[in-house]
């Protein structure tokens, strides 16, 4: 048995035969003894420390076993405890019917815990095919069975609606999909762009990302925003489109607001995101570049600096330009059969020998002029100094949705190893009310990259404290206090491990991390 195995099914024989539970939102589940602290709060007792648990993080709880001081809501339920019965998920059940259910709980448990240890590596990871595309993933399965589901709708969706066809070379290839469990595996696997969360590599043609267990939503972005890639690339595989409208159209889609149950799902493309919108509303008060300069200068990411501005400043001229586009009762049923017609290169003079393009080799693309006088001409515009004053107008009335947008931004930037940029962001964001547990994680990351140990420490803290239940935030909090930056604290980064493995029992991960950090202990 794995030594991570091993520790996690002793916690599991170990843990108390009647123990309440709690469920989190983000389905954690936690058992101890858990009592009611206040209107807003709940108090769990666990084996290794006692935590505080905002209700508006917790989805259920359930008081088992010990009945002593349960307090009986009526009547009824005072009959039920006379009679020596025990609530167990709602229902009043006799001791020894409640003690069959908990070992069978734990049974399942350790099966399901063997069997997700069994496709920890990569390598060994769950496999699942669909009508277009081969998955597979380290991530849990249920995650890995969503993703496959939702890139399908999103397929029918480009298909049927957007009217983008696959070229006839691929269009009977399943195209690979790579599903990492965690950033690390992530850029681990070889081929990732430093400072990404996912990307599509044309080379072997694989979409590849890694589940975010802190911002699901944020998988879901990278994964319809870098499919879009896919989906685009699959209708003409030697075309380099202009990067203003292959990262624009990206983000449109990525922007996606995803509701409904698995294979029922609905998708609205084209929602505001705050974090472009944030930097367009600064630029255009400080640092406005006009659009016709910017898209001559918008074939290749590389040439972008040539306009003024950064890559990532660009992004947000790029997403709210195909935005304002695409949402226009003026422009969008227009816009749109521009985007497709650009792809499939209808009605666009080709670019021959065009070679290189955005970082992969092509050969062909659209010349700036060709595809800049073909917008207006498909737009029914005459001057693009008209379309220009009509976005930046729109730019002035489009406001941020809130505060969410500098962390956004703080966090994109961080992961593109930004930090100074990074820590302006954030820093807004948290001035700014946006307070989040997320953001103060972040912060610490920033400053753990600028090897200030004892600020991350600082903001590591004030994330527990918002957030108790997330064993990830106690892990990176154990790795600042025993390393060499920080004036070592190896009791406590120690026990930061060991709550981290009783928040989240089952990950093999963390029980690994466990056992490494007391052997050396």
Known sequence: MKP????????????????????????????????????????????????????????????????????????????????GLVLFKNQWIKK??????????????RKEMETEAAHLQFADGWVIETPHFRFQGNCPKDVLQDCSSLLEEYYSLMTTKIGMKASPSLARKKMQVNVYRDEEDYLKSGGAPPGTGGWFSQVDESLNFYFDYEDPTFTTYVML????????????????????????????????????????????????????????????????????????????????????????????????????????PKYGKKFMNYFRDLYQLNGFAKDVGYGWANGISVEFSVAPKEYTDKLLERLGVKDIK??????????????????????????????????????????????????TSECYAFRARVWRGKDQSEKAIADYKKAIEKNPVEPQYRIELAGELLSEKAKANKAEGLKQIQIAAELDPFNPVIQWLLAEAQKKD
């Open 4 to 83: 991570f195995l091993a520790l996690a099914t002793v916690a599991l024989l170990a843990a108390p035969a009647a123990a309440d539970r709690l469920v989190t939102r983000s389905g954690r589940v936690l058992e101890g003894k858990i009592t009611e602290k206040d209107t807003n709060t709940w108090h769990v007792k666990l084996q290794t420390t006692e935590i505080d648990v905002l209700k508006e993080l917790v989805k259920e709880v359930f008081i088992e076993g010990d009945m002593s001081t349960y307090v009986p809501k009526n009547d009824k339920e005072k009959e039920n405890l006379d009679k």
């Open 96 to 109: 020894e019917d409640y003690q069959r259910q908990i070992d069978k709980e734990n049974e399942r448990r």
């Open 225 to 328: 925003h870098e499919g879009t890639h896919l989906l685009t690339f699959l209708c003409n595989p030697k075309f380099g489109p202009p990067a203003w409208i292959n990262e624009g159209m990206a983000e449109y889609f990525g922007s996606s607001r995803v509701t409904g149950e698995r294979g029922k799902r609905k998708m609205d493309p084209g929602q505001i995101l705050d974090n472009r919108m944030q930097l367009l509303t600064e630029m255009e008060k400080t640092a406005y570049v006009p659009l016709e300069k910017w898209l001559a200068y918008s074939t290749s990411y590389n040439d972008v600096e040539k306009a003024g501005g950064n890559t990532y400043q660009h992004y947000s001229y790029w997403w709210g330009l195909c935005h304002f586009l695409a949402t226009s």
């Open 386 to 435: 008209k379309l220009d004053e009509e976005f930046r107008a729109w730019i002035k009335e489009a406001k941020p949705s809130g505060p969410r947008g500098y962390f956004v931004v703080g966090r994109d930037l961080y992961i593109e190893r930004k930090l100074d940029e990074a820590l302006k962001y954030l820093d807004l964001a948290i001035a700014n009310k946006h307070d």
